[in-house]
């Protein structure tokens, strides 16, 4: 399987992520492409902010997996795993590239990248399509975040080729490997790691991520706390 990629540019933008939903609402398939140079309301994880410095990466990619919702959480790490072969082949550092649950790329430990999931169900309540967003910070980067300093367009190429390689795989039922290759380029476990989950911080041990793409922390009485959303601060080795 390839995916044929189709792109559509824009200078400036509100959100290449909305402009990418309303493309898929009206019918646009698997491939389809929105990338602006610049974000006017570039949105992060939780309705957040994503801070939209110009010269850097900001784009959204259409997704229709035929697979059990039930799988679609696995994506991030599908997405994080291809960003990941992607940046270590382009930095200067390449060993100082890491993944973050659940869908960052660190750069020497600080945020470099980040990716957007949202998904849309039709009127039988199966997955209809995946908005996948993604911001790096290729040239430039708000306070406590990392810029990778390298070039755009070989970026993007190398970015696309391996979100083709590893969706492909998945598609194909391959998790596993994905999961395994995820978890060595992720913190090992045993990092000391506080996890905000809503109203509730917990502090205690990254253990693994499970094949549902969930998170489990061994806490102080050495019991496993499974985390299926939250933002995770890496407190220490
Ligand atoms: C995160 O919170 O880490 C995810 C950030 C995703 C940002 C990207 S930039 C391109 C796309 N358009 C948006 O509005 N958000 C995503």
């Not at 493309?23 to 610049?38: H, P």
């Not at 990248?113 to 430039?140: F, H, P, R």
């Not at 979100?163 to 045993?190: R, T």
């Not at 990092?191 to 911080?201: A, C, P, R």
Request: with cysteine; glycine share 10%; hydrophobic share 40%.
């Amino acid at each position: 399987m390839s995916i044929q990629w189709i792109t559509e540019r824009y200078e400036e933008i509100h959100s290449t992520q909305d402009a990418l939903k309303d493309l898929a609402a009206k019918g646009a398939r698997e491939g389809q492409i929105v990338i602006a140079d610049m974000q006017t309301g570039g949105r992060g994880r939780h309705g957040r902010e994503w801070i939209s410095l110009a010269g850097n990466l900001y784009f959204s990619l259409l997704l229709r997996p035929d697979v059990n919702l039930q799988n679609v959480g696995q994506l991030g790490l599908v997405v994080g795993l291809a960003l990941g072969r992607a940046l270590v082949e382009m930095v200067d550092r390449p060993e100082d590239i890491s993944l973050k649950w659940p869908n960052d790329i660190l750069y020497g430990g600080e945020k470099c990248s980040g990716i957007l999931i949202e998904t849309d169900l039709n009127t039988q309540n199966q997955l209809d399509y995946v908005a996948v967003g993604i911001g790096i910070n290729t040239k430039a980067a708000p306070e406590m975040a990392a810029v990778l300093d390298i070039n755009n367009e070989m970026t993007m190429e190398r970015v696309l080729h391996y979100i083709d390689q590893v969706y492909s795989s998945w598609c194909v039922g391959d998790f596993k490997d994905i999961l395994k290759e995820w978890h060595e380029m992720a913190h090992p476990a045993g990092t000391q790691m506080s996890v905000k989950l809503g109203g509730e911080t917990i502090a205690g041990a990254f253990d693994h991520v499970d094949e549902a793409g969930h998170l489990h922390v061994r806490l102080g009485d050495n019991t496993l706390r499974v985390v299926t959303a939250g933002d995770v601060y890496v407190t220490g080795d």
